[in-house]
């Protein structure tokens, strides 16, 4: 079946998700032309609006999110006429007919379950009795794909009773960023790079996913996961993969997929009586952002419990075991209203065995910086000479930069969900996460979160708009080392 013989179907289409990334990213593609005319979208809630209704929603969303010259009235009127709103109770199966009749023979179904994940089973039962699947309807979903290792066997299995794995297609969104393809380039179609990409030229690498938003009214579900399961489980540790994989035999699913759960597999078990050395967790206090007050984590809205000890920041020394990687440290640093928004991957590179220049400045010089966010591209720190007459030889650091959005001259970067969507229609599954990398991903997770139990782990305390617990600082300036700042 081509690209063009496709329904989309979006269970949870008035919720959070739905408004900020999906509705617009579908008008983005929209806007691109990159939507077949067949296509059509099914948005799915227990509300009690008709389409038109849903219509005047969405338009006042995108108007309120997207930027002003980037609305079209003739380009939103060609995707409202895609749109169909269809009230159905996810738990109720007999109301599940009104989707079989909006189906149509002969064309490709995707279920996008912008859901809970407790959620996935019952909606996919019900499209099964229904009548709504066939082997060719592919399922979408979002994280958390469980909690530890356990539940999202559960999920994966309760989904797979449904769904083939070849139809599961499982959102990681940070694989849809343009920055974490362009490491798969920029690693594997520069020889210069690639030639230098292991523990002999090496010395080590920083992952910092670093938020000044709070926990945004989501206490209750966020004192029951952290940072730790959260951010580290799935964002963190995709990108730590995509650093560390061996190069793929193509960029098929299988084979890229496949050198992941290599490196999650190889990530070794920290050493449980220094685990508070090697994982640190903290916990912001009230302090401000941006100029603005702001609370602490157990003053936010809806604490029920002014003692939890839950983490919202992680910073942990990650090692892994195998011939490339061997006795190269990876620091992952994560948390919540610290005191900038930045996600970027550092490489830093081994100093030379012998420094030759008068001021011995030729050390340290040598450093890979790949920015996700806030503004995405690559920058390499090297040594050239300094311009003087006075000094002899002196060196300086200079910064080669590439900027994504000035380089490419065009208005606009393109979204994670944009990419993510037009994989799914195309049906390739490269972008999107394998139930062996999740579990394996859990099982390190999971043997961490005893280690912090086990040894009865304290939380330090950080001030909101700082960088963290200060013994985050010392968990790598032990190493004479030091985290990355712009």
Excluded at 3 to 10: F, H, R, T, Y
Excluded at 242 to 263: G, H, T, Y
């Amino acid at each position: 079946m081509s690209e063009s013989n496709i329904d989309l179907v979006v269970f949870g289409g008035l919720g959070d998700l739905a408004g900020r990334k999906l509705l617009p990213a579908l008008y983005q593609i929209e806007r691109a032309g990159l939507f077949a005319e067949s296509i059509r979208v099914a948005i799915v809630a227990r509300e009690d609006i008709e389409t038109s209704g849903f219509l005047r929603y969405a338009e006042e969303r995108l108007k309120a999110s997207l930027p002003a010259e980037d609305w079209s009235d003739a380009v939103w009127a060609r995707l409202g006429r895609r749109c169909s709103y269809l009230k159905i109770d996810f738990s109720n199966q007999k109301q599940f007919e009104v989707l079989s009749a909006w189906t149509l023979p002969s064309r490709v179904l995707i279920y996008y379950l912008a859901t809970p994940p407790s959620l996935f089973g019952a909606i996919s039962q019900h499209l099964q009795a229904a009548g709504c699947l066939d082997d060719n309807a592919r399922i979408v979903l979002e994280k958390p794909i469980g909690h530890d290792l356990a539940s999202s066997q559960a999920v994966n299995d309760t989904v797979g009773r449904y769904f083939s794995e070849r139809n599961i297609y499982r959102i990681d969104h940070y694989l849809g960023k343009e920055t974490v393809q362009n490491l798969l380039a920029l690693r594997f179609a520069n020889r210069l790079i690639n030639s230098q990409w292991d523990n002999t030229c090496i010395d080590h690498v920083q992952i910092t996913v670093a938020e000044t938003i709070g926990i945004e009214g989501r206490w209750g579900y966020y004192d029951q996961v952290g940072q730790l399961r959260d951010m580290i489980q799935n964002h963190l540790l995709q990108l730590l993969c995509m650093v560390a994989m061996e190069p793929p035999n193509s960029f098929a699913a299988d084979e890229i997929r496949a050198e992941k759960v290599k490196i999650l597999r190889a990530l070794s078990s920290s050493d449980r009586s220094k685990i508070e050395d090697q994982a640190i967790r903290g916990q912001y206090s009230a302090g401000w952002i941006e100029g603005e007050p702001v609370v602490g984590y157990t003053e936010e809205v809806g604490c029920s419990d002014a003692e939890s000890d839950t983490e919202t920041f992680v910073a942990i020394k990650a090692h892994i075991d195998n011939w490339r990687w061997s006795g190269v440290p990876f620091y992952l640093r994560t948390g919540k209203r610290l005191g900038e928004k930045v996600t970027q991957v550092v490489i830093s590179y081994k100093n030379h065995p012998h420094a030759i220049f008068p001021d011995r400045k030729d050390t340290g010089m040598n450093r890979l910086v790949i920015r996700l966010q806030p503004n995405e591209g690559i920058q390499l720190e090297m040594a050239s000479k300094k311009q003087s007459l006075k000094d002899r030889l002196s060196l300086e650091k200079r910064t080669l930069n590439l900027d994504f959005f000035d380089a490419t001259g065009e208005s606009r970067i393109p979204d994670a969900y944009e990419r993510l969507l037009l994989e799914v229609f195309k049906g390739d599954q490269w972008l999107f996460v394998s139930r062996e990398e999740i579990e394996a991903s859990w099982i390190w997770c999971d043997r961490l979160i005893e280690a912090w139990h086990e040894q009865k782990v304290k939380v330090h305390g950080y001030s909101a708009g700082s960088s963290g617990p200060s013994k985050a600082e010392m968990l790598i300036e032990r190493d004479n080392r030091a985290w990355f700042e712009e």
